[in-house]
């Protein structure tokens, strides 16, 4: 079940870009325009409320989201950590005129699971103090990485693929933090630098499987277990440069939040394939051949900027998190969720 927010987001997304048609066959067309017609309306039936949307802009909204789901999981915003913090967490983003909003998936343009573990130390583990003006006490260094596979059934669709991420990151306090109130009562936890760099890729195969009958004149076609299948291959890096406050309040609860520059590199490319037989109602006659084919390729905005915000539960040496991305001036969303143990 872990994958199944993704799917549900995912499903349709693929399902617009696919689009069936139907060839009669000689039987079809020696039984007249009943059966014709009967195989019209189930190419219609099959591609109902799909939108005609190019494949390359399906491309472009999965390398997107393929970046954007990692924004938030290669740093930290919400603690200053004396040696060590290690965290884990998980998340997605989607490109979609209505965000995560499940009923209105016709909007869905790409998407993309996230997930990653990730070890920051702080360098004033090193034996000189500070370079210049940089206060090594100052500065944290994060890595991450993740690769996990994502196979996963669901109705009449299958998901066969892997994710991948590894990324080095670092945090500089530009401004240290003040305790307003004693006793972590209140404290703003001061404004950090953020930098580094993400690659991520996803490599995922797709099939849907489409059942039903039409009858549009007399004549009942049937299309059991007819396939659908989508290759998709998604691979970029992401280079950011974020600014971030934290707000901490009555020990147990912290508010943070800050504005990122995002210089994105990479590509996606999606491939179609389909097949399948239209049959009589019995089964016993081939009425016709279904087919779907189509690619395309298509690549993250160049640059984008986003603003964040997230939320994040206190226990002694434990946080609990979650976080929202938003590109701004796009339709590009993402969140996250995590676990974060620090000293």
């Known amino acids: 079940m872990k994958n199944i927010l993704f799917l549900a987001l995912l499903m349709p997304s693929l399902s617009h870009a696919l689009k069936v048609t139907i060839t009669p066959s000689a039987d079809c067309n020696a039984a007249g325009t009943t059966c014709t017609d009967s195989i019209e309306q189930a190419e219609r039936d099959i591609n109902n409320d799909l939108p005609d949307v190019n494949e390359d802009d399906y ?7 393929t970046a954007f789901a990692y924004k938030g999981m290669g740093s930290d915003y919400s603690d200053n950590f004396t040696f060590f913090v290690f965290k884990a967490a998980g998340g997605v983003a989607i490109e979609s005129e209505s965000g995560f909003n499940l ?12 997930g990653a573990l990730t070890v920051g130390l702080n360098l004033d583990l090193l034996p000189v103090d500070k370079i210049g003006p940089v206060e090594f006490k100052k500065m944290d260094l994060f890595f991450n990485f993740m690769s996990y596979s994502m196979d996963q059934d669901l109705d009449d669709m299958a998901f066969e693929g892997d994710i991948s991420a590894l990324g080095v990151f670092a945090r500089y306090r530009l401004m240290d933090p003040v305790d307003i109130l004693p006793g972590y009562m209140l404290e703003w936890g001061g404004i950090h630098l ?15 499987t489409f059942n039903g009958t039409a009858d549009a004149g007399g004549t009942t076609v049937r299309y059991d277990d007819t396939k659908a299948i989508v290759d998709i291959e998604s691979a970029v890096t992401s280079i950011p440069i974020e600014f971030s406050t934290y ?6 609860l912290t508010l943070y939040g800050g504005a990122g520059l995002d210089v994105n590199m990479g590509e996606a490319e999606i491939n179609l394939d389909g097949n399948g037989t239209v049959t009589s109602d019995d089964g016993n006659t081939d009425y016709g051949t279904l087919e779907a084919s189509g690619n395309g390729t298509g690549s993250p905005e160049a640059t984008n900027f986003r603003a964040f915000g ?14 929202v991305n938003k590109a701004l001036g796009s339709d590009l969303i993402g969140a996250n969720a995590g676990v974060k143990i620090l000293w």
């Open 103 to 114: 009923e209105e998936s016709d909007s869905v343009k790409g998407a993309a699971p996230g």
């Open 310 to 323: 997230g939320v994040q539960i206190n226990i002694p040496f434990v946080r609990v998190y979650a976080q």
């Open 194 to 208: 953020h930098t580094g760099i993400q690659r991520s890729s996803m490599d995922l195969n797709f099939s849907q």
């Open 247 to 252: 707000l901490r309040t009555l020990y147990v």
């Open 59 to 65: 491309a472009a909204g999965f390398a997107k989201s």
